[in-house]
């Protein structure tokens, strides 16, 4: 027994006629450019002698360094070093840094002036030195210098009271140029036995060099600190001991 299904009558587009569909395109040639005259030139396809002169095009003119006529024009002679516009004066650093080798001729005016440049060269010589002796002191020396020197700074206000006039940056300053004593102890100390007694009388020495330095610029440099002097070699004291322990240890 068969079962009839119901098919849907199919309706073709093109009007009822199923053999004529949509006529397909006939493919065109791809675009060609023109031959180029020129042999010597295969991939132009122009011909450059036929081309017309063109009159409106006129040539740049471009003025030389230095000539200052025109406003665009650059005299790099009159510029600053690159140095001098970071606000880092070399031979000034020098000069600060020749004063600290004297404990005992030490020129407070130089240090009138503070900056962060020379102190941190020192700081960066320190851990260089310290890494030469296995010891990975970078962070440390950073965290430590910044913390004393807001140690120093609030022992030195609380004692002038409200003459003091030592800012933090002229302390940090003072701080960072006394750190040469410790630089070359750090130094030294590459060659010299760890643990015996000639590090021990040498820690002592340039701790007490740090000390006397850094004392009497702050002295100098602040008023009301010469009725302090000795909290304020005590204060500094404690600060080189501590950094000459990383040496030592």
């Given at each position: 027994m068969s079962k009839e299904f119901n098919v849907p009558p199919v309706i073709f587009p093109?009007?009822?006629?199923?053999?004529?569909?949509?006529?397909?395109?006939?493919?065109?040639?791809?675009?060609?450019?023109?031959?180029?005259?020129?042999?010597?030139?295969?991939?132009m396809s122009f011909d450059i002698g036929s081309s017309p002169a063109s009159t409106s095009f006129s040539t740049?003119?471009?003025?030389?360094?230095?000539s200052g006529t025109g406003g665009g024009s650059a005299n790099f002679d009159d510029e600053l070093p690159l140095l001098e516009e970071l606000g880092i004066n070399t031979k000034q650093i020098w000069?600060?840094?020749?004063?600290?080798?004297n404990p005992f001729r030490v020129k407070a005016d130089?240090?009138?002036?503070?900056?962060?440049?020379?102190?941190?060269?020192?700081?960066?010589?320190f851990g260089l030195f310290q890494l030469l002796a296995g010891k990975l002191h970078f962070g440390i020396i950073l965290g430590w210098v910044t913390v004393a020197s807001l140690f120093l700074y609030?022992?030195?206000?609380?004692?002038?009271?409200?003459?003091g006039?030592?800012?933090?940056?002229?302390c940090l300053s003072l701080i960072g140029y006394c750190m040469l004593p410790i630089v070359i102890l750090s130094a030294v100390a590459l060659f010299v036995p760890q643990g015996g007694l000639v590090i021990?009388?040498?820690?002592?020495?340039?701790?007490?060099?740090?000390?006397?330095?850094c004392t009497r610029l702050l002295v100098e440099l602040a008023s009301c600190g010469d009725e302090h002097r000795d909290l304020i070699a005590y204060a500094c004291f404690l600060i080189y001991m501590l950094f000459s322990l990383l040496v030592v240890f």
């Open positions: 093109s009007g009822g006629n199923p053999n004529t569909g949509p006529q397909r395109r006939l493919p065109t040639a791809p675009f060609q450019p023109p031959r180029s005259s020129n042999p010597g030139i295969p991939f740049p003119q471009f003025g030389t360094i230095g000069n600060k840094t020749v004063s600290i080798l130089l240090h009138e002036d503070a900056d962060l440049s020379g102190p941190f060269l020192f700081l960066m010589a609030v022992v030195f206000n609380m004692l002038a009271g409200r003459n006039n030592l800012d933090l940056y002229r021990f009388v040498m820690m002592g020495i340039f701790v007490i060099w740090s000390t006397r330095v």
